[in-house]
């Protein structure tokens, strides 16, 4: 059996809870059974330009 796991976070709660500075693509609703080829949110953190001392930002992304 391939390993499932659910998704149960709005937009607005993953935002907060890592800082988040925005949000691309659509909402997705929450779901209890995702499987290894659904789309989910992912958060990712980079740093906007390669100066030094450029913070990075965090972006939840599909």
Do not use: H, W
Request: with cysteine.
């Amino acid at each position: 059996m391939c390993g499932r796991s659910a998704s149960t976070s709005s937009r607005r709660d993953l935002l907060s809870a890592f800082e988040a500075t925005k949000a691309v693509g659509e909402e997705l609703p929450p779901s209890y059974n995702i499987a290894p080829t659904k789309r989910v949110d992912v958060v990712l953190e980079g740093s906007p330009s390669d100066e030094p001392g450029v913070d990075p930002v965090r972006q939840v992304k599909q």
